[in-house]
């Protein structure tokens, strides 16, 4: 039993991504966040299904309609240890891991804190008593840990006072990091103020709001993401109209939380990062000038590393990648 596998999922609100470290190897995994617990044993490919005593569940794109199930307005510790043992069984399952050491970590917002001592209990008993996809793989858990979010970014701040900002879907996580560490009592989290906001403001119909989220991204990186909703072109330019007054209208409220938030204006360096963060480069630039980090380094190294993550299909998921990735650097 010399095999170990070290995994850090990071669990989104619409996507559940992260890395893994195995035979003296890197990589990636993602997997919709959707949850349905069945009642016929199904195993599919692009999905894990966890089977628990008398009960089964399927976790990934096959539950139900995918994403369009997910219920993304809920808080993630609710269905995390489903979603967290969906993609480590999946790994298993890719990497045929049927024995060896597990080291898993769980990164969840730090306002659902009160939840991480339970989850890492329920992760424990779930590793050893669960059949992954039909793999039951006899395993030892080396270490289980529930972290905040922005963990492994922060392992690369060091600065003595420094602020992360991490754009998610549904919130804006504010982190107070300290030489390289989260303190949380510090953080802050704008609850409801990530992409969902400027959704909400847009009104524009799209069939999902993540798919929407995905548009709004690639729009305001390259001009290109309406042209796939919009083929007409008047409907094209009310869109981005749209998009440009919504835009206008969330980013005050945004700025105005920021200016509340006393550590912002005197920490030494802002570094910026998350899936949605790209939608307001020009705006943190305006607003925290010299102060304002990408992560630039990192995720050109993380490039490297994971050079799959290049691929168009890809577009806008390296930033989604970063926490993860930078921890399991630490840990590997």
């Known amino acids: 039993m010399d095999r170990e596998l070290t995994i850090c999922t990071d669990l989104g609100s619409s996507l559940g991504k992260g890395c893994y470290y195995i035979d003296h190897s890197l990589h990636w995994i993602a997997q919709d966040n959707a949850v349905e617990e069945e009642k016929v044993r199904d195993l599919t490919a692009d999905s894990c299904v966890i089977e628990y ?196 209208k969330v980013w005050p409220k945004i700025s105005e939380r920021f200016d509340r938030f006393r550590p912002l204006t005197t920490a030494t360096k802002i570094y910026v990062t998350g899936g949605s963060h790209p939608v307001w480069g020009p705006e943190l630039k305006t607003k925290f000038g010299t102060k304002l980090r990408f992560f630039k380094n990192e995720l050109e190294e993380m490039s490297g590393a994971l050079p799959e993550l290049n691929a168009p299909e890809y577009t806008g998921y390296k930033n989604r990648f970063t926490d993860s990735y930078l921890l399991i650097k630490g840990a590997s």
């Open 53 to 248: 005593k008398d009960r089964a569940w399927t976790v990934g794109s096959s539950a139900g309609n995918g994403i369009y199930e997910t219920n993304i307005h809920q808080q993630k510790a609710e269905q995390a240890s489903l979603r967290a043992l969906g993609m480590l069984g999946k790994a298993i399952e890719i990497e045929n891991f049927t024995e060896g050491y597990v080291d898993l970590t769980v990164l969840l917002p730090k306002g659902e804190q009160r939840y991480f001592e339970a989850l890492e209990k329920n992760l424990a008993k779930g590793i050893y008593g669960s059949t992954f996809n039909g793999i039951k793989p006899n395993v030892k858990v080396r270490r289980i840990r529930v972290l905040p979010e922005g963990s492994g970014i922060a392992s690369q701040v060091n600065d003595a006072e420094a602020i992360v900002i991490m754009f998610g879907h549904k919130d804006i996580s504010i982190l107070y990091v300290r030489q390289g560490r989260v303190i949380t009592k510090q953080s802050l989290t704008l609850t409801g103020m990530g992409m969902i906001a400027l959704i909400n403001e847009c009104g524009i119909h799209v069939s999902d709001e993540l798919i929407l989220a995905t548009l709004i991204c690639r729009e305001v990186r390259n001009k290109n993401g309406f042209k796939h909703a919009f083929s007409d072109k008047e409907e094209l330019k009310d869109s981005r109209q749209i998009l440009k007054n919504a835009k206008a």
